[in-house]
Structures are given as C-alpha cells and as structure tokens.
C-alpha cells in the first residue's frame, strides 16, 4: 500500500513539473521491455497497477514490474535583444507633455524618456 501511495504521489508531483517544462519524455519499462506510450492515467488494484495510455489501452501489471522514468530538458532562453529606447518626450509631474527635450523649461522636476531630471 506505502509503494502505491508512493508511486501515484511521485506521478503526481512530476506530471505537475512537466507542465512547467516544454521539452519532456516518459519512459515506460513493464517486465523489462519498454513501452512506446505515454501514461495518461495511474490505477490500483490490490498489488497490481493499471496503466492507461493516451492512445485510450490499458496495461495491468505487479507494482514491481512497473517503472516510469522522467527526463526534461530546460529550453531556457536563447536569446536577449536589447529593446531600442525611443524618445517618448519630456512630461511635468502632472503627466502633461511639455515637449521634446528640456531647453526653455522652466526649473522643476520632469520625466524624460522614463527617467526623472531636475532642471536647476
């Protein structure tokens, strides 16, 4: 009962960690020889386990015979592009546009293309 319980938490937590990953393969080993399904659902009965397929067939054996392997690989991330900054403008504190660049303004703090400056 402790190797069921064991199993179908173990299936559990992995199938939720698959969902995290993009790039996954089970392996399925019954009796030695491996299977080319994936596991879609885990039962019990008594000693032995019932594997159903995605293909909707079911394989029952002993809960010894059985091994279900997990491998993923991380794809991450290729590639950083550096966005391209482009001039969105000097702003008041009100949010009110007051032009291109800070020449003619009056002293005070103003946004400029994201960042906060102080016109003395």
Same mark, same amino acid.
């Given at each position: 009962m402790m190797k069921q319980v064991l199993l179908t938490?173990?299936?559990l937590l992995v199938g939720l960690?698959? #969902?995290a990953q993009t790039e996954t393969k089970q392996t399925v080993t019954v009796n030695? #020889?491996?299977?080319?399904?994936t596991?879609? @659902?885990?039962?019990? %009965?008594?000693?032995?386990?019932? /594997?159903? &397929?995605?293909? =909707?067939?079911?394989? @029952?054996?002993? /809960? %010894? #015979?059985?091994?279900?392997a997990f491998t993923y690989t991380s794809?991450?991330?290729?590639?950083?592009?550096?966005?391209?900054?482009? #001039?969105?403008?000097? &702003? =008041?504190l009100n949010g009110q546009y007051v032009g291109k660049g800070t020449?003619? $303004?009056?002293?005070? $703090? &103003?946004v400029k293309n994201g960042q906060k400056v102080i016109i003395k």
């Open positions: 938490v173990c299936f960690a698959v #969902e030695g #020889e491996t299977v080319d399904k596991v879609s @659902r885990i039962t019990f %009965d008594g000693d032995d386990v019932v /594997l159903g &397929y995605t293909d =909707n067939t079911t394989q @029952r054996a002993t /809960l %010894d #015979e059985v091994n279900i794809t991450g991330i290729g590639e950083m592009v550096r966005a391209t900054v482009r #001039e969105q403008g000097v &702003y =008041n020449e003619r $303004l009056a002293k005070g $703090l &103003y």
